[in-house]
Nanobody
Framework: QVQLVESGGASVQPGGSVRLSCAASGLTLSSYNTGWFRQGPGKEREFIARIRWMSGSTYYADSVKGRFTISRDNAKNTGYLQMNSLKPEDTAVYYC?????????????????WGQGTQVTVAS
């Protein structure tokens, strides 16, 4: 059974940092594209970052580029999202996802497996 479990969500002040983790079981994360998405209050779920399965190439939404970093530890079968310089508009539930490699991994429909989400709140 495939499971993706996010952790690390927190409440922080603007300008702060949070590191999210996505622990995978039942699949080898490095054999999939790994993506991070978020859904803010009253908003649709949106793509924010992905890392490709073999090359490890990364891609970010403009809203987080330069502030967020996606990475993966193959030995731990775990993905990460380092979030710096957080803003109130980054407040959302953050989800990790794994998807087949024939996609670029930049859209929601390109992912098969999803975690349950973790809350990040940015407020002073």
């Amino acid at each position: 059974q495939v499971q993706l479990v996010e952790s690390g969500g927190a409440s922080v002040q603007p300008g702060g940092s949070v590191r999210l983790s996505c622990a995978a079981s039942g699949l080898t994360l490095s054999s999939y594209n790994t993506g991070w998405f978020r859904q803010g209050p009253g908003k649709e779920r949106e793509f924010i970052a992905r890392i490709r399965w073999m090359s490890g190439s990364t891609y970010y939404a403009d809203s987080v580029k330069g502030r967020f970093t996606i990475s993966r530890d193959n030995a731990k079968n775990t993905g990460y999202l380092q979030m710096n310089s957080l803003k109130p508009e980054d407040t959302a539930v953050y989800y990790c996802a794994a998807g087949p490699t024939y996609y670029n991994g930049n859209a929601i429909y390109e992912y098969t497996y999803w975690g349950q989400g973790t809350q990040v709140t940015v407020a002073s």
